[in-house]
């Protein structure tokens, strides 16, 4: 299904009210709810673990999209898989054995993503491309909401929509997406937009952002 699906990050969301944040935001239309782990070894930032998530797990009414910004991933797939994620995503970076990564995901009954930082070509998944079921196109360095978006990334988005060809795999974006930069990813290819700091402005759904009642509006 390449529908464009718009995946709020909820890094950006009052992290004490995550429950009524995610009511909101699904109220209002998101597609998919957007997770960020962050272990302050890979990214130099520390964010949540796998207990929040299970504790937001009864909240999330759609889809749970765990990303982790975790090295090494192995030891927490288990414990994110249980938490209740439905797709867990591993960055290609994170250890020398992402194929081993994907086949620990896939075993406990999830979707298998693969992060690319900026800098990591298409060429590191080009021969494992039936183990994924979606490749995350960096567009920011990861470990922050409310950065630039990087425009270098749009031909990447295109090259890695000509890449999968007809296979099932969704082209998800995260990092400075808005309603300026939505439209050119997914002109390029990308299926799957992540905005945190754009939905959330201001920290929470219940003040004013700039989709109103409407997220897909983005
Ligand atoms: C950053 C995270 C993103 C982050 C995006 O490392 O992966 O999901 O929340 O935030 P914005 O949309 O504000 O760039
Ligand atoms: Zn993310």
Sequence with gaps: DRSIKIAPSILSADFANLGAEIQAIEARGAD???????DGHFV?????????????RPHVKTFMDVHLMISPADPYIGAFAKAGSDMITVHAEAGPHLHRSL????????????????????????DILDDIDMILIMTIN???GGQKFTHAMIDKVA???AMIADRPIHIQVDGGIDPTTAPLVAKAGANVLV????VFRG?????????GDNIRAI
């Design 32 to 38: 998919w709810i957007h997770v960020d782990p962050m």
């Design 44 to 56: 130099p930032n520390l964010t949540i673990g796998p207990n929040v998530v299970a504790a937001i």
């Design 103 to 126: 086949q620990s995901v896939r075993a406990e009954g999830k979707m298998a993503g693969v992060a690319l930082n900026m800098t990591t070509p298409l060429d590191h998944v080009a």
């Design 142 to 144: 990861p470990g922050f």
């Design 159 to 161: 090259r890695c929509r």
């Design 195 to 198: 905005a945190g700091s754009a």
């Design 203 to 211: 920290g929470s759904v219940a003040q004013p952002n700039i989709y």
